[in-house]
């Protein structure tokens, strides 16, 4: 095979049943440069080896083991420590990348630091994708408090050495918004993200029902992990009897006479308010 000149990194845990959907979206990428896919496992139970291995014959992949910790972002790291270039493209396991995202990312890096593309929910989630607050196809970065933005985790383009000046993923966030705190951290340094449209991935909301409100109870963790850490200056804590308040208002507004569809969106906005109220009280920190 032609020597690579980006990696592809595949953060993964038990996935084996889904991975091969991913392989075959990298193995039929169009017009794409030489690259190498690297799957970091992250402690998989099931046959994730057997599942790599089928496509030897079709991609420059390799397994390689990131079990030293739970969490994706040890995946991360770890599956661009084990990379050959300097070119980090990284996509999940669960999802699809489309036909052009390995030529249009890896282009991207020619003139930024970090890119990032659009993600489209319906496709690979069915009706789970009206359940979350994600746009079913977003036309943007990610914006948080003042406008910060950042790439999705699932479509991220990097230069090593900004992952390594930033200090790599930190790996005592829970499942959700550690790709917040690297972006935060890489603007701090300078290294904003670029938005590529054309660097489209099909991204997967779990289709059962408790997995969704799991992912969004993590994604409130994470998002009361983000604040304990940075505590940005606009972000005004809520007092006990306005955090209350809001609370409540969340509970009345359960929509009584909506559609199935509403009704577990409502859960899901729950769910990660629980999550953030958990995690900022483990924290010793308020909520934000």
């Known amino acids: 095979m032609s020597v690579p000149v980006c990696s592809v990194v595949i953060p993964t845990y038990d996935a084996a049943h889904l991975i091969g959907q991913q392989l075959e979206a990298l193995a039929t990428q169009v017009d794409a440069p030489p690259f190498e896919v690297v799957v970091a496992d992250n402690r998989s139970t099931d046959d994730l080896a057997g599942a790599v291995a089928a496509w030897d014959d079709r991609l420059d992949v390799r397994l390689v083991d990131a079990s030293r910790a739970q969490g994706v972002s040890v995946a991360r790291n770890v599956g661009i420590e084990h990379a050959r270039t300097d070119r980090i493209l990284i996509c999940d396991a669960d999802d699809v990348v489309s036909p052009g995202w390995v030529r249009t990312m890896s282009d991207g890096l020619d003139d930024h630091p970090l890119v990032s593309g659009p993600v489209e929910t319906s496709r690979l989630s069915g009706r789970s994708a009206a359940w979350v607050p994600i746009d079913e196809r977003t036309a943007g970065l990610f914006e948080t408090w003042e406008g910060r933005t950042y790439g999705i985790g699932g479509n991220v383009g990097l230069r090593r050495g900004v992952w390594a000046a930033v200090g790599g993923f930190d790996e005592d966030y829970p499942a959700g918004a550690e790709e917040i705190d690297f972006a935060w951290r890489a603007a701090d340094l300078g290294h904003t993200f670029a ?22 109870y993590n994604s409130g963790r994470g998002t009361a992990t983000l604040y304990a850490k940075f505590r940005p200056a606009e972000v005004v804590p809520k007092s006990v009897p306005r955090r209350i308040h809001h609370e409540l208002l969340l509970l009345k507004g359960f929509p009584w006479r909506g559609t199935a569809d509403q009704r577990r969106m409502w859960l ?10 958990v995690e900022a009280r483990r924290l010793g920190s308020p909520a934000p």
């Not at 938005?195 to 969004?216: K, S």
């Not at 899901?268 to 109220?277: I, N, P, R, S, Y």
């Open 268 to 277: 899901t906005v729950m769910a990660f308010e629980a999550g953030k109220l």
């Open 195 to 216: 938005y590529l449209p054309d660097a489209l991935v099909h991204y997967r909301i779990r289709t059962d029902l408790r997995g969704v409100l799991r992912q969004q």
